[in-house]
């Protein structure tokens, strides 16, 4: 399959996944994988307990998994997307 339309259908996925996070989980997100931000500086950054953050971290993770389509084995390995 053409290399192009994979990342294009990929990126098509990501970006609605994104959309179904709220605008906290959708926050943590971008800053932790775009700016590459630790959770600690996101705490920091965004004047949040250092336990919201990583809330929001768990439940941003959990949407993008669910909207993706990934799925975990037993053992929580990932079985791929």
């Known amino acids: 399959m053409d290399e192009d339309l994979l990342n294009s259908d990929r990126g098509r996925r990501l970006q609605t996944a994104f959309e179904q996070l709220n605008d906290h989980q959708r926050q943590v997100m971008e800053l932790a994988y775009f700016e590459g ?5 996101m705490a920091a950054k965004l004047n949040q307990p250092l336990g919201t953050i990583k809330t ?3 439940a941003a993770l959990q949407v993008l ?6 799925n975990r084995n037993a053992m929580g390995e990932s079985t791929g997307i």
């Open 56 to 58: 929001w971290t768990r």
């Open 65 to 70: 998994r669910a909207a993706l389509g990934e």
């Open 37 to 41: 931000l630790s959770q600690s500086e």
